[in-house]
């Protein structure tokens, strides 16, 4: 095999420093695009981990980061911040290469916004929440400390590769944890670097820890690792319930963020032009590897051929090709396998009668032939139980239903074992806000798709997972809530002891 650029490795990073596998492995990491090698990582072992895990143990222990003067823990993660900015363009060019993805939508949407997830969680440490302190007993002062967990283990995908490791590290540095970290074998560049950088800002060396590799092994080895208190996962749901079983070895705490098939409901009141636009931004977002992406259109009969019609004009206009140039709107999907489960899913769609009324098909991208390319496709008329309703597609796939009433429709976006988004578009105040109620999902939008904030949680119902990403309740799922309690009367025997040994006191 050729390899025409020169490839840059990027050893995995253990209590600070730069580590090769003990398999001495390495993995190649390709572009999707063009089938270069872009970089190599060591293909972890769990020896590996367990060196992570012990150096995350020591720092821990040793209180490296979580007693760290409380001004220099905030500093050292907004510096974290300022460090993603400052080499924004270098990151996100780097995630291009890997993920195929266009570097307008990595430059403009992950990258501007994941130095202000940090700077979020380092306002956390600053605003610790709990019940007051008081004497609940009588006789005692109780009050509740927030305390980080330990060591976790997280495991991250290859759709966000970036922005995914920081909605884990984030709220898990924020609490005072040590981590340690394993990216998707397809897309580990970035992670890599993020840890050089987060030592670059200050973060003493032990507390986030990389350790690059397979799924089956590092992963495993993390989730059933009995020196790690908590496991997270971002990834597929099957992948999930892998880690939820593997985890029972130590009981550890697990934190799932899963698949989904978001609903996008379109009423027969909506504003059509808003809707279809909404659907293509919505369905389309990474090439539809996205677990919140509108992924099945529930649209009123009344209006379901003019949305049609509008929504595949703008699918039309999509443009694919070189994610480098600045007039490409879509680049490649991960892999060819991603593009052949796409392509499957809207051929078999078809075989069963659905209509595709846009794309379909790999496009052929000039100068990169064998490039995974897949065309924004929507197929209508799709049936409520075909797999591609109840499946996730993971590709620039929207699946359109009509429906007659209302309750069909809630009914219908409920009908799935995911819950992770939705969204309903209507000008009316009272179906939104029956729909807000009544959609079985994690995030609920109106008139709008997509959009996330710092500020808000963001995770699953049902088979999408537990636990939540951003916000303070994601802040909180890496902490443990300690009960303290001090005794106030300083009497050697009290009132109730009498129960355990000896007699009643006299009145
Ligand atoms: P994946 O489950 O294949 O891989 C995710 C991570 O898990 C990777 O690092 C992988 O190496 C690791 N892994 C795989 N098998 C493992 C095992 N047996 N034990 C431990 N770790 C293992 O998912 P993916 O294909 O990388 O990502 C796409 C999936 O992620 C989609 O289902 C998508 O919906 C989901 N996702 C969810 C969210 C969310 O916030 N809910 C966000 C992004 C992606």
Same mark, same amino acid.
């Given at each position: ?95 291009? $290469?890997?993920?195929? #993805? ?9 990258? !501007?916004? +994941? =130095?202000? /997830? @940090? ?110 208190? $908590?496991?997270?996962? #971002? ?9 939820? !079983?593997? +985890? =029972?070895? /130590? @009981? ?127 197929? +209508? ?127």
């Amino acid at each position: 095999m050729a390899i025409e650029a020169p490839v840059t490795d990027f050893p995995m990073i253990i209590d600070g420093r730069p580590t090769p596998s003990s398999s001495g492995r390495w993995i190649e990491v390709r572009s999707p695009a063009t089938r270069e090698v872009v970089g190599r990582v060591p293909d972890g072992t769990a020896d590996d981990v367990d060196r992570a895990v012990a150096a995350g143990r020591r720092a821990f222990r040793e209180g490296r980061w979580s007693r760290m003067a409380l001004a220099d823990r905030v500093a050292a993660m907004n510096r974290l911040g300022d460090l993603l900015d400052r080499d924004a363009d270098e990151l996100a060019r780097l995630e291009t $290469l890997q993920t195929g #993805t266009s570097y307008k939508l990595r430059r403009e949407s992950d990258f !501007a916004f +994941a =130095s202000d /997830n @940090l700077r979020f969680f380092a306002t956390q440490i600053r605003n610790l929440e709990g019940k007051a302190a008081y004497e609940y007993t009588g006789t005692h002062t109780s009050f509740v400390r927030r305390e980080p967990i330990g060591v976790v283990g997280q495991v991250s995908p290859w759709n966000y590769p970036m922005w995914m490791a920081i909605w884990k590290i984030g709220p898990a540095l924020a609490a005072g944890n040590a981590i340690v970290l394993k990216p998707a074998s397809a897309t580990p560049l970035t992670t890599v670097r993020l840890a050089e950088l987060a030592l670059e800002a200050g973060v003493p060396a032990g507390v986030l820890n990389v350790v690059t590799g397979r799924g089956d092994v590092v992963g495993a080895a993390l989730a059933a690792h009995m020196d790690v208190d $908590l496991i997270s996962l #971002t990834g597929d749901t099957e992948t999930g319930k892998q880690i939820q !079983a593997l +985890a =029972s070895a /130590n @009981l550890k705490r697990v934190h799932l963020e899963l698949g989904g098939k978001a609903p996008f409901i379109v009423c027969a009141d909506a504003d059509i032009e808003a809707a279809a636009r909404g659907a293509t931004a919505g369905a389309l977002i990474n090439g539809g590897q996205d677990c919140t992406a509108a992924t099945r259109a529930y649209v009123h009969r009344s209006v379901y051929e003019a949305f049609l019609a509008r929504t595949a004009e703008l699918f039309d206009g999509v443009r694919v090709g070189d994610p480098f140039d600045p007039a490409t709107d879509l680049g490649t999907l991960i892999s060819d396998t991603q593009v052949a489960r796409a392509a499957g899913f809207v051929e078999r769609a078809q075989a069963a009668g659905a209509r595709v009324v846009a794309g379909g098909y790999r496009p052929a991208v000039p100068g990169l032939p064998d490039g995974a390319f897949y065309r924004p496709t929507i197929v +209508a008329d799709c049936a409520q139980d075909s797999e591609i309703v109840q499946d996730e597609v993971f590709g620039p796939v929207l699946a359109v239903l009509p429906f007659d009433t209302i309750e069909e429709a809630l009914e219908k976006a409920n009908d799935t074992r995911y819950g992770l988004a939705a969204s309903i578009w209507t000008t009316n105040v009272f179906t939104a806000m029956e729909a807000a109620r009544t959609l079985n999902f994690g995030h609920v939008q109106v008139n709008d798709h997509l959009m996330v904030t710092s500020e808000m949680p963001h995770g699953g119902f049902k088979q999408s997972g537990s636990g939540k990403d951003m916000s303070t309740y994601s802040f909180e799922e890496y902490t443990q809530v300690k009960h303290v309690m001090l005794e106030l009367t300083g009497e050697p025997e009290k009132g109730w002891h009498y129960t355990v040994f000896g007699d009643k006191p006299a009145e």
